[in-house]
């Protein structure tokens, strides 16, 4: 009973973010930077590679994936966000949540479906991204680049997961997806608060939004982290801040 | 069957309920009565399990909501809006409610059949009418066929002809032996659709019992409330 229970929960989850136009954003955007970045850098890339400045070549095929995570930390936002939306103009206090909160009134076991519905379309979402990414740079830049490590991919779709899941519980602890977007977007893309950290201390590289990229690429900034220890402390990091969210959604009013 | 017993509620340094108790039983419509304010739906979000009182307890058949396995099939709520995300469908929005209760896709459209929503299940949420949305909350109190209704000012936003649907459909209900709990400040409204009323005031019950009783010595049910609620009403 429990666990058709749960299943029924991750179904509803997995229906909720699929029927919603700005999940399906963040779907495409996954799907699609990856691969363009691939095809419009291609001519730099070639020059840098041919002329000895692209650093370690392994890593070529894989530095695009990097950009698709923008995807999966919009379905993360997306998941909780949605639940806080107000449903119009004529009851502006009325949320989904409380519709969600009736259907399914065990808090924790709530969460957990969702963090289950969003790791399976984050994870299907990379797989089919890392696989188009990497097909497409070797048809681009052929020789060029050596052949990419499945390993490598598995742990570029795994490392997408956990950025997901790190978005999921940011919204979940503030409740507000323009929080999470802004510290996690900006942070990754325009200044790196947390690269800049690492030029005051090494420690910096393991916060979380940055030590998982060493999960899949060998040259990160200035620090070297094995990738089974980013993966280690990424999940670690994922785990403590869900766990965390879960509590704070478990106790507060809905 | 709704037992509600001592439930006090403190939100910030204010005691919304204090001590608030009552039943609500099978095959009765129970009004629960009270001006803006006075903490109606703030019980019903206990009994929902969406807040947490202080003190007391508030049960559906002897259980908490949030203890239920499958709690559409045991109970359905109309609170504030459709509670549906306004980009969704009425049918995608109540097909996901649907999932996560085991309940079969097939309920779904006879839910919308049932309130008059069937031609519009195609129609994003956000753009339902105010009377629309309550139908569509109603759609989704009713998928799991429960034996209990627990709805928040069900009447709100309707016009005269869905003012009367709507007491006719719940008059049904609890024909059929379904226990209905409804909220409203509609004195008329509710004279004219509940067995039961309990009238609340700043936070207490001030009055409980069947309509006969509570209504009194008092020529209507609105002289009875004003009279139990005095110590407001004078401002007026």
Redesign the interface.
Same mark, same amino acid.
């Given at each position: 009973?429990v666990k058709?229970?749960m299943v029924?929960?991750v179904? /509803?989850?997995l #229906?909720?973010l699929l029927? $919603?136009? %700005?999940a399906w954003v963040g779907l495409l955007l996954g799907l699609v930077a990856a691969p363009a970045l691939v095809l419009v850098s291609a001519g730099g890339t070639r020059r840098a590679i041919e002329e000895g400045i692209a650093g370690d070549p392994s890593d070529t095929a894989f530095q695009p994936l990097g950009i698709g995570l923008l995807g999966a930390l919009i379905l993360g936002v997306v998941a909780v966000s949605?639940e806080y %939306?107000?449903?119009?103009e004529? /009851?502006p #206090? /009325?949320?989904?949540l409380? %519709?969600t $909160?009736?259907?399914?009134? #065990?808090r924790y076991r709530l969460v957990a479906a969702k963090a289950v519905a969003l790791s399976l379309l984050v994870a299907v979402q990379g797989a089919i991204t890392a696989v188009a990414t990497l097909v497409l740079t070797e048809v681009v830049l052929g020789p060029l680049v050596p052949p990419a490590d499945p390993g490598r991919a598995a742990a570029a779709v795994l490392y997408w997961v956990l950025l997901g899941l790190l978005s999921y519980a940011l919204t979940l602890i503030f409740r507000n997806g323009i929080v999470t977007l802004t510290v996690l977007i900006v942070n990754s893309s325009v200044v790196s608060v947390s690269y800049l950290l690492t030029k005051v201390t090494p420690l910096a590289a393991y916060l979380p939004d940055i030590v998982g990229a060493h999960m899949f690429l060998n040259e990160v900034g200035d620090v070297d982290i094995a990738p089974l220890t980013a993966g280690l402390v990424m999940t670690a990091w994922v785990t403590a801040l869900l766990g965390l969210g879960a509590w704070l959604f478990e106790r507060r009013? /809905? | 069957m709704i037992t509600v017993e001592g439930v006090t509620r403190v939100r910030g340094r204010t005691r919304i309920l204090h001590e608030v108790g009552f039943t609500a039983r099978p095959g009765r419509v129970t009004g629960f009565l009270g001006p803006n304010g006075a903490g109606k739906t703030s019980t019903l979000r206990v009994l929902l399990g969406l807040d947490r009182p202080q003190a007391g307890r508030a049960l559906i058949d002897g259980r908490r909501y949030a203890e239920l396995e499958r709690p559409l099939t045991v109970a359905g709520a109309l609170l504030d809006g459709s509670g549906a995300h306004r980009s969704r469908t009425a049918r995608a929005h109540l097909r996901w409610v649907a999932a996560s209760n085991g309940l079969p896709k097939g309920r779904v459209d006879e839910v919308l059949e049932l309130v008059g929503l069937s031609a519009d299940a195609g129609k994003r949420a956000g753009r339902y009418s105010l009377g629309m949305s309550r139908r569509l909350g109603l759609a989704t109190a009713l998928l799991g066929d429960p034996p209990v209704l627990i709805l928040d000012e069900p009447v709100n936003g309707l016009d005269p002809a869905g003012i009367r649907w709507m007491r006719t459909f719940l008059r049904e209900r609890a024909d059929q032996g379904r226990t209905v709990l409804l909220s409203s400040h509609l004195m008329g409204e509710l004279a004219e659709t509940a067995d039961d009323v309990v009238i609340i005031d700043q936070g207490r019950v001030v009055s409980a019992g069947t309509l006969a009783e509570v209504v009194g010595d008092h020529p209507t049910l609105e002289d009875a409330f004003l009279a139990r609620t005095a110590s407001r009403g004078a401002a007026w």
């Open positions: 009973m058709s229970g029924n929960l179904q /509803a989850e #229906r909720k029927w $919603l136009p %700005t949605s %939306t107000s449903t119009g004529d /009851a #206090r /009325a949320r989904q409380t %519709t $909160l009736t259907a399914m009134p #065990r009013e /809905a | -």
